[in-house]
Structures are given as structure tokens and as C-alpha cells.
């Protein structure tokens, strides 16, 4: 996911002024070598664009709308459905959750509050486009992006998504545009416009039966994974085994 | 060309005999440095400048041939045993060790030692091509070649399975490469059908099917080498 180097430039000199490249690429973090490709290249990645425009305390959202392709991020933004808060909720973070008030039922005490693990967890992107959307909208995504299911899928199993799809996912699941941005961990909440203490309010919201059920679904697809995992390394074992 | 490729094979089949050593003092694998080993001595017999030597000390009666040919049934049917069980393929295991696989090479075998005794191999002829005329000649080469081809070709599926998976690219590159060396193994019995038998081709395609599978080795020890310590399994 990139933008053009030439609006990439027109957009530095506007808010950097005459800072150096150098200057800008030591407080964004980024190597000068690596933004000096992608100039060079005439493509600059997003990622990029977030670092240098939070180094300069700017809004990365806004500041990503100055280029063509992500004109309509500000207007789009919304904020999260219960669902999607609960989406960014790690698997752990549910478990204990559903503990303590068991713990808290059985003690007939108030509940402990959970301390909520940073965004993004270990299966996100997969977690936020099942609350998002039905397991159509993946394929609707890979046909709008014009891109092989498989690699769609692919990319969420790795627990990722680039900036484009998570978009374009959030524009067909008709929610937020820059909530997918959090489940790939390229915006912070915060960045995205999510009220602080959201995901935990959310939380403390939901039932006891939505929430195990949701525990649930977790722990299948965690079950799956796991499975994949394990028959993977044990085909790799045997390999070592006769092999090595 | 051909010289350097099979000069080239022996060196890549001596230096995983000599990798092999460690483990083989070890007993880990110890079939694999068999495997090496006599790779290493059937790809040396099959070098005119050494079998010629060789063949000599026997007696100058091919002898040598006869040892080359046992060596190779040895080495495929050891290395395929290995690939088949690291591949998981028991369909391919069972080919191999059950009761169709022990009969080619028996029959294989018996027809080497049948064909050798009943026919007149005097003076030394690396790959018996001095006696390409003779029928007895004919069927011992067929012989000596079925066995390589049937385990070669019971190997090919296991292997092209792991190269279509989902495994991480260093398995599918070292599957791949072993995937290519067995087909061109089994490759080499129809070429043989074709008009010139002791063409170009043919030797290109056996030497150049040995590097294949030898590469294969060297990338899945590399992996082995790579491999996560135990306790790096994640929840």
C-alpha cells in the first residue's frame, strides 16, 4: 500500500517545512535508506506516511486523507460496534474475563476487572472481519481488491492485512473505515477515534451467554490453528527425523 | 560436459558421505550415510578413468558392474525407504517394503546374477557398452535400471505432495529438488527405449537426476540445521 512520492514530497514540505530528510527519518524511526528507495521507487509506503506524521504529532488519519486514495477516511470514520470492540479483545482477555465472574458468582462479590491486553492480538484481523461481516465478505473483498482468495486468506492467517484491504473490507462490511486500520495494529484506538476504555466497556456490557458463546467461537478457531500448527511441525519432524 | 557432471556428482555424493561421518559416529541416521556411501562408489564405477582401474583388480570379467548394480538397488531401496517414511506417505512405504517392492528387487537381482553368469563379459567395459549387442547384455542393463526406476517412481508422488503444501519454503525446495531428481531417475528407463542408447541425453539426465537428489539432502539438512529448539511450540 503506497502513495505517490511526488504527493508525498508536496505534503512534507507543507507540514515539515525545510526539515531535513534526515532530521524527519531519525524522530519518524524509519531508516533514510529505506525512505530514499521508496522516493526513488515514486512509491511511499503508508506506513511511512504514520510514522512521519506521528513523529510531527499530527493526526495519521488526516494526514493520510490529504492523498487520493484515502480522501474519504476522515468522513468515514465512526465508531466501533460492540462487536468490533469485543473482536479486539485477545482470547485471554475473554477467558479471564468469563473466570473472574465466575469466581465473582460464586463469591457473590463484584467481578475483578480484567486489565485488557494491547491491541492488536494474536488472531485480530481474523477476529474483527467475523464481527464485521459474514464469511461472504471475504470473498467480496478479494473480488473488489482483484485479488486471489487465497491470498487473502493467506494474509489472515499471518494475522495480517494491508491498509488497502482493511479499508475496503470496512467500506463493504459498511462499518467504520478506520476500525480495520486497529486490527491490523496500523492505527492505535486512539488514532482511529475509539473513545478510550471502549473495548473495556464493551466488555462489561455483554451477558454471560454472549460472552462464552463468543469464548467459544474463539477457542474453535483457535482449535483449528492449532491443529494446522501441529500437523505442520510434525510433518516437518518427520522430515528431520528420517532425514537429518 | 559429461565428465564434468559426473566428476561433480561424486564430489557432491563424497562430501555427504564425509557430512554423514558425525552423525554415523553419533547413530543418528545411520542408514543415510550407507546411503552416501555407496551412492559415492556406484557414481565412481560408473567413471570410466576409475572403473577401468577398479575392474581390473576383479579380474577385468565387469565384476565391477555387478557390485555397481548391487550398490544401487542398496541405495534406493534404503533411500527410499527414508523418503517415503519422512514424506509420510505409507501407501509409497508399502510399495517399497511389502511384498511388490521385496519382488522387483529380487527378481532384479536374480536377473543381474542369471544374466552375468549365462553370458560372456570378458575385458573391461565401463557401463558394458562393448557388449550392447549381445541380448544377455541387453537384459542385464534392464535389470540393473528397473529396480532404481520402480523405487524412483514410487517416490514421486510423496514428494510432488510436499512440494504443492503449504510447508515452509525450505521444505518445498528440498521436496522439489528430490521431487525432480526421481522423476529424471524414472526418466531415464523410456529414454533408454528411444534410438541412441548411449546418447548424451541419457547420462546427462542420470548424472544430472543424482545431483537433483543430492541437493534434496543438502537443503533438508540445512533445514535440520535451522530447525526451532524443543519448548519453541506456541500455544
Same mark, same amino acid.
Given at each position: 500500500?503506497? @502513495?505517490? /512520492?511526488?504527493?508525498?514530497?508536496?505534503?512534507?514540505?507543507? *507540514?515539515?517545512?525545510?526539515?531535513?530528510?534526515? /532530521?524527519?527519518? !531519525?524522530?519518524?524511526? +524509519?531508516?533514510?535508506?529505506?525512505?530514499?528507495?521508496?522516493?526513488? !521507487?515514486?512509491?511511499?509506503? @503508508?506506513?511511512?506516511?504514520? /510514522? *512521519?506524521?506521528?513523529?510531527?504529532?499530527?493526526? *495519521? @488519519?488526516?494526514?493520510?486523507?490529504?492523498?487520493?486514495?484515502? $480522501?474519504?477516511?476522515?468522513?468515514?470514520? !465512526?465508531?466501533?460496534?460492540?462487536?468490533?470492540?469485543?473482536?479486539?479483545?485477545?482470547? $485471554?482477555?475473554?477467558?479471564?474475563? +468469563?473466570?473472574?465472574?465466575?469466581?465473582?458468582?460464586?463469591?457473590?462479590?463484584?467481578? +475483578?476487572?480484567v486489565h485488557l491486553s494491547p491491541v492488536p492480538h494474536r488472531s485480530s484481523v481474523r477476529a474483527w472481519l467475523d464481527a464485521v461481516g459474514t464469511a461472504d465478505l471475504r470473498q467480496k473483498v478479494a473480488r473488489q481488491a482483484a485479488i486471489a482468495p487465497q491470498n487473502l486468506s493467506a494474509q489472515i492467517s499471518a494475522n495480517r492485512l494491508t491498509a488497502e484491504l482493511a479499508i475496503e473490507s470496512a467500506r463493504i462490511a459498511n462499518v467504520g473505515l478506520t476500525n480495520g486500520l486497529v486490527a491490523t495494529g496500523f492505527l492505535s484506538p486512539a488514532e482511529a477515534g475509539w473513545a478510550p476504555g471502549a473495548r473495556e466497556g464493551a466488555l462489561w456490557e455483554t451477558s454471560n451467554s454472549a460472552l462464552v458463546s463468543l469464548a467459544a467461537q474463539r477457542l474453535d478457531a483457535l482449535s483449528r490453528t492449532l491443529r494446522r500448527t501441529e500437523a505442520d511441525s510434525a510433518a516437518a519432524r518427520s522430515i528431520w527425523e528420517n532425514l537429518g | 560436459m559429461i565428465a564434468a557432471l559426473q566428476w561433480t556428482a561424486?564430489?557432491?555424493?563424497?562430501?555427504?558421505?564425509?557430512?554423514?561421518?558425525?552423525?554415523? &559416529?553419533?547413530?543418528?541416521?545411520?542408514?543415510?550415510?550407507?546411503?552416501?556411501?555407496?551412492?559415492?562408489a556406484c557414481v565412481a564405477l560408473s567413471i570410466p578413468s576409475l572403473y577401468l582401474p577398479f575392474d581390473a583388480l576383479l579380474g577385468e570379467a565387469n565384476l565391477a558392474n555387478v557390485i555397481l548394480r548391487f550398490s544401487s538397488f542398496a541405495v534406493f531401496y534404503l533411500m527410499a525407504v527414508k523418503v517415503a517414511a519422512a514424506y509420510k506417505s505409507p501407501s509409497s512405504l508399502r510399495l517399497i517394503r511389502g511384498p511388490i517392492g521385496l519382488a522387483v528387487i529380487a527378481v532384479c537381482s536374480l536377473g543381474i546374477l542369471a544374466t552375468y553368469f549365462f553370458s560372456d563379459f570378458h575385458g573391461s567395459s565401463p557401463g558394458l557398452v562393448g557388449f550392447g549387442d549381445q541380448p544377455m547384455a541387453i537384459a542385464y542393463m534392464w535389470f540393473g535400471m528397473c529396480y532404481p526406476g520402480y523405487a524412483s517412481a514410487c517416490l514421486v508422488q510423496p514428494t510432488a505432495k510436499a512440494v504443492f503444501s503449504n510447508r515452509p519454503v525450505i521444505d518445498r525446495a528440498a521436496a522439489s529438488s528430490l521431487c525432480i531428481g526421481f522423476f529424471l531417475i524414472f526418466l531415464t528407463i523410456p529414454l533408454r527405449l528411444l534410438p541412441p542408447h548411449d546418447g548424451f541425453i541419457v547420462k546427462a539426465v542420470?548424472?544430472?537426476?543424482?545431483?537433483? &537428489?543430492?541437493?534434496?539432502?543438502?537443503? &533438508?539438512?540445512?533445514?535440520?540445521?535451522?530447525r526451532p529448539m524443543k519448548g519453541a511450540a506456541s500455544f
Open positions: 500500500m503506497t @502513495v505517490p /512520492a511526488k504527493l508525498f514530497q508536496q505534503w512534507l514540505s507543507s *507540514v515539515a517545512g525545510t526539515t531535513s530528510h534526515a /532530521a524527519l527519518c !531519525r524522530a519518524a524511526g +524509519i531508516k533514510r535508506s529505506t525512505l530514499a528507495q521508496q522516493l526513488v !521507487r515514486g512509491r511511499v509506503s @503508508v506506513a511511512t506516511v504514520a /510514522a *512521519v506524521s506521528r513523529s510531527l504529532d499530527l493526526p *495519521v @488519519v488526516a494526514s493520510l486523507a490529504v492523498f487520493p486514495t484515502f $480522501t474519504d477516511l476522515t468522513a468515514g470514520m !465512526r465508531p466501533p460496534s460492540a462487536a468490533e470492540l469485543l473482536s479486539q479483545i485477545s482470547d $485471554t482477555d475473554l477467558l479471564q474475563e +468469563i473466570l473472574n465472574r465466575n469466581v465473582a458468582a460464586e463469591t457473590l462479590s463484584e467481578p +475483578i476487572r | 561424486l564430489g557432491t555424493c563424497l562430501a555427504c558421505t564425509i557430512w554423514r561421518v558425525p552423525s554415523m &559416529v553419533k547413530g543418528r541416521n545411520r542408514g543415510l550415510f550407507w546411503v552416501c556411501l555407496l551412492a559415492s542420470s548424472f544430472g537426476s543424482i545431483l537433483f &537428489v543430492a541437493t534434496g539432502f543438502v537443503i &533438508v539438512w540445512l533445514s535440520f540445521i535451522r
